[in-house]
Nanobody, 123 residues
Framework: QVQLVESGGGLVQAGGSLRLSCTASGRSFSAFVMGWFRQVPGKEREFVASISWSGYLIYYADSVKGRCTISRDIAKKSVYLQMNSLEAKDTAVYYC????????????????WGQGTQVAVSS
C-alpha cells in the first residue's frame, strides 16, 4: 500500500508560480512511475506530467509544456510539480498519482491517488 499526500496548492494571480509537492509513504516509492493529473468540475481528470523511477523519462501534456517541470526525490519519497506562468485555465484540483509504468499512468491506469490539492489562478 502507498499513501500519497499533496501540498502546495493555493490561490495565485495569472503569471505567477506554484510548486506542488507529493510525499509518499508505505511501499517502495522508487518502484512506481509518478505523475500529476488535474480535474475541474464536470470534466474528466486529465494527465499533466509524468516521471519515470529513474527521473530520465519525463512527459508533459501539451497544455503545460514549457511552463511546468516535474521532478522527484527518491530519498525524500517525493515528487514535485513546478508550475510557472500560470493561467486561469490551470485552475483545477491537482492529483498526485503512482502507477506501474509510464504507459499505464498516461492511460490513467493508476495504482494510487493522492487526495488532491486545489490550485486557483485569478485573471
Amino acid at each position: 500500500q502507498v499513501q500519497l499526500v499533496e501540498s502546495g496548492g493555493g490561490l495565485v494571480q495569472a503569471g505567477g508560480s506554484l510548486r506542488l509537492s507529493c510525499t509518499a509513504s508505505g511501499r517502495s516509492f522508487s518502484a512506481f512511475v509518478m505523475g500529476w493529473f488535474r480535474q475541474v468540475p464536470g470534466k474528466e481528470r486529465e494527465f499533466v506530467a509524468s516521471i519515470s523511477w529513474s527521473g530520465y523519462l519525463i512527459y508533459y501534456a501539451d497544455s503545460v509544456k514549457g511552463r511546468c517541470t516535474i521532478s522527484r526525490d527518491i530519498a525524500k519519497k517525493s515528487v514535485y510539480l513546478q508550475m510557472n506562468s500560470l493561467e486561469a485555465k490551470d485552475t483545477a484540483v491537482y492529483y498526485c498519482a503512482a502507477a506501474g509504468g509510464l504507459t499505464a499512468l498516461r492511460n490513467s491506469r493508476i495504482d494510487y491517488w493522492g487526495q488532491g490539492t486545489q490550485v486557483a489562478v485569478s485573471s
